[in-house]
């Protein structure tokens, strides 16, 4: 077997395509080392050995250790590796993404920096919370009071279906306790989304701070991804184990989210969400599987040309300007 120091860095073309990867591989409680060009994920039941070139993007969750040997084999296979709660309900840190390409958040900062194309997204994103109705031609300031209208008769219609009171949303940043049970539930249920989202965008490569309803915040667009999935999701889950149990509902609530996530494959549907909203529909079977290393050099007028060579002596035209 080669040792770090003596095998060379696989080339784009020895990686396996994107989308011949597992998207997402989620480990805890074991310890990461490396065999040969697997990654060994060795717990109490024994050793498993997953091969590094099929992972797309490792989640290692609470109780894990890795060594430099397996980032190094990850590295060099491709692959991205996140810090993570429990199945990813919580973020604590990530490398790099699931892309080589820089096409996914090209697209993102394009239809972001476009004031028509960024209310198109928030109009999407409406769309998809609620979809019996047609957002088109609303503004986005009747966009955000039909949200906050439909979040309060979530509120409303899930506390009548688990039989408890409710006296509306009541969050206090940085105390927890401040609310009833039930409050408690949905802050827990939330701060889930929000590590689900960082997650997944993480993975993508995507701008976490170029929002398309949230702005001014590094987590802008993990705030528009995770309230995809507030009325759907978190809301009712947090709204169940507030009428099971008064007491330990944080803890209780994120268990709910970490099985349902687990269940439902949630972070697959994350991924597909993300790209359905920031890319155009003929260019969603490429950006994924470009897995080359294409890198250019910006010329005028959106013209890109050769990298690695010096251009000095190209004969552009002259521009008058």
């Not at 989308?19 to 409680?29: A, K, P, Q, T």
């Not at 990850?74 to 993570?84: E, P, Q, R, T």
């Not at 996914?104 to 972001?112: D, I, P, S």
């Not at 009325?231 to 889950?237: E, L, M, Q």
């Amino acid at each position: 077997m080669a040792t770090v120091g003596q095998r060379g860095m696989s080339s784009p073309r020895e990686l396996t395509r994107m989308g011949d990867r597992i998207s997402f591989i989620y480990l805890e409680r074991c310890i990461l080392h490396r065999e040969d060009n697997a990654i060994t994920a060795e717990d109490a039941e024994g050793v498993t050995h997953i091969a590094a070139a099929t992972i797309g993007t490792l989640l290692l969750g609470p109780g894990t250790r890795v060594t430099h040997q397996a980032m190094s084999l990850l590295g060099d296979s491709g692959a991205g590796v996140v810090w993570v709660g429990e199945q990813g309900v919580r973020f604590y840190s990530g490398g790099r993404s699931l892309n080589r390409s820089s096409s996914l958040v090209e697209a993102q900062a394009t239809r972001w920096a476009n004031r028509r194309t960024r209310l198109d997204v928030a109009r999407e994103m409406y769309r998809m919370r609620f979809p019996n109705e047609n957002p088109d031609g609303l503004t986005r300031h009747e966009l955000l009071g039909r949200e906050g209208r439909r979040v309060k008769e979530c509120y409303r219609r899930e506390a009548e279906r688990v039989g408890l009171p409710w006296n509306g949303r009541i969050y206090v940043p940085g105390d927890f306790n401040a609310g009833d049970p039930v409050n408690q539930a949905v802050t827990a249920a939330a701060q889930c989304m929000y590590g689900i989202a960082q997650t997944t965008v993480t993975a993508l490569g995507c701008a976490p701070g170029l929002g398309f309803i949230h702005s001014g915040h590094e987590l802008a667009f993990v705030l528009d991804i995770a309230d995809l999935y507030k009325t759907g999701v978190a809301i009712p889950i947090a709204f169940d184990v507030a009428a099971q149990d008064p007491e330990d509902v944080g803890s209780r609530t994120r268990r709910a989210i970490r099985d349902h996530v687990n269940k439902t494959r949630l972070l697959r549907r994350c991924v597909d969400d993300i790209k359905h909203l920031i890319l155009l529909d003929e260019a969603k079977s490429d950006v994924m599987e470009d897995d080359t290393d294409r890198v250019t050099l910006q010329s005028d007028h959106g013209i890109e040309v050769e990298s690695g060579r010096n251009h000095a002596d190209d004969d552009f035209d002259e521009v008058s300007w």
